[in-house]
């Protein structure tokens, strides 16, 4: 996924003979992530992303076909979540909100972005395969026991909510709570979803 604060500058970035297009392909994608990460998918226009990217609106709906198919090609979960995942399962609950907390400073623009915008279908279609696919059976593939499977979907329950608690409902509780207790505290009722207490 492109960096949320990387809008490329068009004059600073040479252009090679033939390349003009992928250039310009990348620079609305850079755009469309900053934007709608910051400002959400309903608060973001075409010519928002178009303007940010140097370029008109019409070249944006010939790259992307639409503003649903942008932000559907545009906006997934980042990597690092991905790789957090791939941790020890026996310290991947406080991995997971480790990775989380770590977010608060930075915000949380992706998420909400993404659960903002998913009563859009394909948005939605998208959303709800990924965090199944990054939450839930990546994880139930390195549990052992006859219920992983149940046992990864509570975990992406939990981190889900988490999630929505922070950058949705923005509960201030929790986004006073220090760093290091919201890991320990939320972080062993994930690891404790995972491979008991």
Same mark, same amino acid.
């Given at each position: 996924m492109t960096d949320e604060n990387s809008i490329r500058d068009e004059a600073s970035v040479p252009i090679a003979p033939g390349d003009r297009s992928a250039h310009v392909r990348a620079a609305i994608r850079?755009?469309?992530v900053?934007?709608?990460?910051?400002?959400?998918?309903?608060?973001?226009?075409?010519?928002?992303?178009?303007?940010?990217?140097?370029?008109?609106?019409?070249?944006v709906i010939r790259h992307f076909g639409s503003k649903e198919a942008l932000f559907v090609q545009t906006m997934s979960l980042p990597a690092s979540w991905r790789e957090a995942l791939q941790g020890p399962v026996e310290d991947?609950?406080?991995?997971?909100?480790?990775?989380?907390?770590?977010?608060?400073?930075?915000?949380? !623009? =992706?998420? @909400? +972005? /993404?659960?903002?915008?998913? #009563?859009?279908?394909?948005?939605g279609r998208v959303f709800k395969a990924s965090v199944t696919s990054v939450f839930?059976?990546?994880?139930a593939a390195r549990l052992e026991g006859p219920d992983a499977q149940l046992r990864?979907?509570?975990?992406?329950?939990?981190?889900? !909510? =988490?999630? @929505? +608690? /922070?950058?949705?409902?923005? #509960?201030?509780?929790?986004?006073?709570?220090?760093?290091?207790?919201?890991?320990?505290?939320y972080g062993a009722i994930l690891q404790a979803t995972l491979t008991g207490p």
């Open positions: 850079d755009a469309a900053a934007l709608f990460s910051e400002r959400g998918y309903v608060a973001t226009g075409v010519r928002d992303i178009a303007k940010a990217a140097g370029t008109d609106p019409s070249i991947l609950g406080r991995g997971v909100v480790d990775l989380i907390a770590s977010h608060r400073e930075a915000g949380f !623009g =992706l998420w @909400s +972005a /993404l659960v903002r915008a998913s #009563d859009r279908p394909d948005v839930a059976e990546g994880v990864a979907h509570l975990f992406a329950a939990q981190v889900e !909510g =988490l999630l @929505s +608690a /922070l950058s949705i409902r923005e #509960d201030p509780v929790l986004l006073d709570l220090p760093h290091d207790e919201l890991v320990e505290r």
